[in-house]
C-alpha cells in the first residue's frame, strides 16, 4: 500500500526558514512532488524530485532521498503570503497515480 | 491562457439523484486527473486518464462512480444515486504529458463543490 505522513500544522515568523517534512511509502516510486493551497483555492505547483538531492527554486527548495523514503520542503524568507497548506504527492511507478498527503498547514506571523 | 475549468462551480442536490460533473483541462494537456477532497485534507485520487483511455480508476468510492473523456478532451465525472457521504469538493488537473519519466506538474481546476441534501 502507500502512506504518506506530514505534519498537520506548523507555525514560523516572517523572514525565517521552515522546513517541512514528508515521509512516504509506496510499492513503486516515480517521483515525489510538492504542492502549495492557499485557502479556498486550487492546488499550485511548487517542486518535483525523482532523483536524490536538492532542487532549488527561488525561495523554495525541496530534497529528497529515496532510500529514507523521506523528502523536505524549504522555505526561506518567509512572507505572510507563504501562509498556506504544502502538499506532499507521490507518484506510483506502477499505474502513475498520484497520491497526497493530507497537507501541512502553516502559518507565518509578523 | 486559459486553465482548467470546471462546470458547474456549486451544486446541490437531493440524495438519489444523478449528478454530473464537468470538467476542461488546458488545450493539449493529454493527461487529465479526478480528484475529491474533504475540508482540511490533500487531494484524494478518483481516476485519471491519457487521451481518452482510463489509466487508473482504483479510486473511485463504488460503481456510483464513473468517468468518461470520449474524446480525449472535456471529462464528465457522474455519480448515481447520490448519498450525503458524497459531499465534498471534486477537483479536476491535467498535465500537458502523460505521468511518468519526466517532471510533470498538474494544473488543478477550481473544482466543484457538491452538496447532497
Known amino acids: 500500500g502507500q502512506n504518506i505522513d506530514q505534519p498537520t500544522e506548523m507555525t514560523a515568523t516572517e523572514g525565517a526558514i521552515v522546513q517541512i517534512n514528508c515521509t512516504y511509502q509506496t510499492s513503486g516510486f516515480n517521483g515525489l512532488f510538492w504542492y502549495q493551497q492557499h485557502a479556498g483555492e486550487a492546488p499550485t505547483f511548487l517542486s518535483y524530485?525523482?532523483?536524490?538531492g536538492l532542487e532549488e527554486k527561488g525561495r523554495f527548495s525541496s530534497f529528497l532521498s529515496r532510500s529514507k523514503g523521506y523528502s523536505y520542503l524549504l522555505l526561506k524568507e518567509l512572507q505572510m503570503k507563504d501562509s498556506a497548506s504544502y502538499l506532499c504527492a507521490v507518484s506510483n511507478s506502477g499505474t502513475y497515480k498520484y497520491i497526497f498527503g493530507t497537507g501541512t498547514r502553516l502559518k507565518v506571523l509578523a | 491562457g486559459a486553465g482548467v475549468s470546471q462546470s458547474p462551480r456549486y451544486k446541490v442536490t437531493k440524495r438519489g439523484q444523478d449528478v454530473a460533473l464537468r470538467c476542461d483541462p488546458i488545450s493539449g494537456h493529454v493527461s487529465l486527473y479526478w480528484y475529491r477532497q474533504a475540508l482540511g485534507q490533500g487531494p484524494e485520487f478518483l481516476t485519471y486518464f491519457n487521451y481518452e483511455a482510463q489509466q487508473d480508476k482504483s479510486g473511485l468510492p463504488n460503481d456510483r462512480f464513473s468517468a468518461e473523456r470520449p474524446e480525449g478532451s472535456i471529462s464528465t465525472l457522474t455519480i448515481q444515486r447520490t448519498e450525503q457521504r458524497d459531499s465534498a469538493m471534486y477537483r479536476c488537473a491535467s498535465s500537458l504529458l502523460p505521468p511518468g519519466g519526466a517532471e510533470n506538474e498538474q494544473f488543478f481546476g477550481p473544482g466543484t463543490r457538491l452538496t447532497v441534501l
Open positions: 524530485n525523482v532523483l536524490d
